[in-house]
Every structure is written in C-alpha cells, then in structure tokens.
C-alpha cells in the first residue's frame, strides 16, 4: 500500500514492515523521526550487516524477552537483496515488531517496492527530492519562527547553494540562528561567509577532482585549504549528493550509451561549467563502482564521528585512496 509522505501520522502500529524510499533524505529523516518517537527498544542495522549475519538478525528478531513490550528495527540502505528475508519474516505475522526499510531510489522494476505497493498489510512511502520552492518556503517559515530578517535575495542564496537537500538547508538556517543569538546582525557581507560559500567552492573542486582521479589538483587543494574537523563531515556530506547524482548520470548513460543526450536531460541541468568534468566522471565510473564509492563514504562518516579529532586524517587518506583507486569491470 501506498502512503504520501505527508500522510506519516495514519500509520498505525499494526502496519509492521513499512518501506522508506527516495533521495529526499532529510524528509526521511524527519518522517523516520515521527515513527520511532517515544520508542524505547530500537535496532539499527544495515542491510549488508544483515546479509553478512542472516541467521543472527533472524535470531534476534523472532527472540522475546520479558523486559521487552515491542521491537522496532531500522534497516538502512535496503534494497532488493534483502526481500527474501523480509518476505519471511512477514509470513510469520510479527506482533511485537516493527521493521523501517530504509532505501535510497527504488525504481519501478524493483521487487521491494513493488512486493511493499502491492501488500495491504506494508506500507511504501516515496520520498521525492525538494523543489525550489519548496526550499524556500521551509526557510521562510523557518526564519519567521526564529524572528530572523534575511533578504529574499538572500534566501535564494541560501536555497541554491543547498543543491535540493533539506539537510543541508537546515544546517545553513542553524547556523544563521546561533549566528543572530550572539547578538550580531545579517547582511550581505557576512551571509555568504557564514554558510561557507569560499569552503564549499574549495570542497566542490575537491570532490570534482577526487572523481576525476587528478591526484595532482587533489593535493595542491588539500595542501592550500586550512580545512576543520567540523569540514570533514561537510567533505562527506557533499561527496555524498555528488555521488548519488553521479550515481544517476552513470546509469542513464549505461543505458542510452550517448553522453551528450545524458548530459542535457540531467535534471537539474548541469551548469555548462561543470560538463566537461561531469563527462570525465561518468566515463571513469560505472554504477557498480559508485554504489561501492556510496558505501565507502557511510562508513567512512561513522569513523569520523567516532574520531573527530582524527578526522583530517581520515578524509585525507579517504580521498587519496580513492584518487588512486582501480576499478573492475
């Protein structure tokens, strides 16, 4: 069965086996947020730890305990390799647990989507990327709440330079926050410091060039920017937009074999600036090798975050190994 986003609060605890997918992950954060409020007995795992384990996940979902009133189990980055295991467990008519698929995109041949549009008893709820307009009306509503005066001109600044990802706006509107309750002002002179346009335009290049595999560029921007530890989850949270649009780029090109057709009905558009590096990118990487890039990345933020004063390091040797990496057909 089909839910709306929007429709988050008509799930009922009976619906157990409920399908997150889409690239809106700051939707689905907020929607997964909803779910799991005031539950006290969740389990995160991701799907690879699962089919690594399967017998042990099996075990632990179908194990009761007296201490335990209910289950719920979030499984993230799903996709059709673990419908076996979720198909089986649904014919056991679990009472007690509540199992959160999260996917990225699921398009229409998959069979966990279409196994969770087809069932009454699952529920599937898309999640679309954000608009423009959208994204505006979040941070309007967002500043009017805070009693925060910012330009529309401003605001458009701030839209366009979170590349459609709501996570990424939230982070900008924070920071704009803590910035206004120290009891400083927003202008146009300060606005694009704060939200780290320079930064970001430094990580941009970096990233573009991590893909490109230019060791040379990649070292030169390394050795000229003073980046933070807080910079490296940035680093990693747009090497993680890049990829996933990438991602796309790759597959729609595997199929149509025609880059010039690939590159112009990208949406959105790719920038005139950025085509020729963006041809280089699909050419050198395919979707298996990407996927495998996605997964690098999650796990190489989880480090991060264990050792954030270690986190310059961690991204330095991320991004040079990847920049000297050898791909298999």
């Not at 398009?107 to 505006?136: A, G, H, M, W």
Request: aromatic share 8%.
């Amino acid at each position: 069965m089909i839910l709306k986003n929007y429709e988050i609060n008509k799930i009922e605890n009976i619906n157990h086996f409920i399908l997150f997918y889409g690239k809106n992950e700051g939707l689905k954060n907020e929607a997964l947020n909803i779910l799991i409020k005031n539950k006290n007995n969740i389990s995160n795992y991701d799907e690879k730890e699962i089919l690594d384990n399967e017998n042990n996940f099996i075990e632990s979902i179908l194990s009761k305990s007296l201490f335990e009133q209910e289950k719920t189990v979030v499984i993230k980055r799903a996709t059709d390799k673990i419908l076996i295991i979720i198909q089986n467990l649904h014919l056991k008519k679990l009472e007690e647990v509540t199992i959160i698929l999260n996917s990225e995109n699921l398009d229409k041949k998959s069979k966990l989507r279409t196994f969770f549009e087809k069932d009454k008893e699952l529920i599937c709820v898309p999640f679309y990327p954000d608009n423009d307009q959208t994204l505006s009306k979040l941070a309007y509503n967002f500043l009017r709440d805070k009693n925060i005066s910012i330009s529309p001109s401003n605001i458009n600044l701030i839209v366009n330079k979170c590349s459609g990802e709501r996570e990424a706006l939230f982070n900008d509107l924070q920071k704009i926050e803590y910035f206004v309750k120290n009891g400083k002002k927003i202008n146009d002179k300060n606005i694009s410091k704060l939200i780290n346009l320079r930064e970001n335009h430094g990580i941009s290049e970096l990233i573009d060039n991590c893909l490109v595999q230019n060791k040379k560029k990649i070292i030169n921007i390394l050795n000229e920017n003073n980046f933070s530890n807080e910079d490296c989850i940035m680093i990693i949270r747009f090497f993680l937009i890049k990829a996933k649009k990438l991602l796309t780029l790759s597959s729609t090109f595997e199929i149509n074999k025609n880059m010039e057709l690939t590159i112009s009905s990208a949406k959105p558009p790719i920038f005139w600036k950025e085509k020729e590096i963006t041809k280089q990118q699909i050419q050198k990487w395919s979707p298996k090798n990407i996927k495998q890039l996605i997964y690098a990345l999650n796990e190489t933020e989880l480090q991060i975050k264990k050792n954030i004063n270690n986190s310059i390091n961690l991204i330095t040797d991320f991004i040079l190994s990847q920049s000297s990496a050898e791909f298999n057909s």
